[in-house]
């Protein structure tokens, strides 16, 4: 039975893709989430999105905003609000020195991926983000196709 454990593997349920595109990332930390049983149920089979939340610290605490985890298809009445506002568990440390960079340095709290741990566990990683202006995504764009556009040419002479 040891063994089955050890061989568990982090399983990605949600990853927000376009955060790498749209902000510049600075710092980053994994938190717990506070679930109901039915929104476990829904993110084990992968029915959520992250791409338009964030997370927002008010009074010590931090909670996780407008991430859309589908209700239960067995859930009845007992089922849970789609994009209610859920707290995460981060140490205090943690939380004043985010509430800090968000106070003091305008940035933001955005999620980058919401999966389960080793132990089976929801985790939300976050990351503390500036937006990029229009000018720094073309540079990111154009930085990118360079970089494929190099590949293609080192693969077509040979050189890997």
């Known amino acids: 039975m040891a063994k089955k454990e050890d061989e568990r593997a982090v399983k990605i349920v949600a990853d927000n893709r376009k955060a790498r595109f749209n902000y510049e990332l600075h710092d980053s930390v994994e938190a717990g989430l506070v679930l109901t049983g039915t929104e476990v149920k829904s ?7 992250i791409a338009e939340s964030y997370a927002q610290i008010k009074d010590g605490e931090a909670f996780l905003i407008n991430a859309h985890i589908e209700e239960f298809s067995h859930g009845n009445r007992f089922n849970h609000e789609p994009r209610r506002p859920r707290k995460l568990l981060m140490h205090y440390r943690q939380i ?5 960079g968000i106070d003091r340095e305008g940035m933001t709290l955005i999620p980058l991926r919401l999966y389960f741990d080793e132990k089976g566990r ?3 990683q976050l990351a503390l983000a500036r937006g990029k202006k229009l000018h720094d995504k ?9 970089n494929r556009q190099k590949a293609r040419v080192m693969r077509s002479q040979g050189r890997d």
């Open 122 to 124: 929801a985790k939300i």
């Open 96 to 100: 004043v020195r985010f509430a800090q």
């Open 138 to 146: 073309r540079s990111s764009i154009k930085e990118r196709d360079w």
């Open 43 to 49: 993110l084990r089979m992968g029915k959520s999105q």
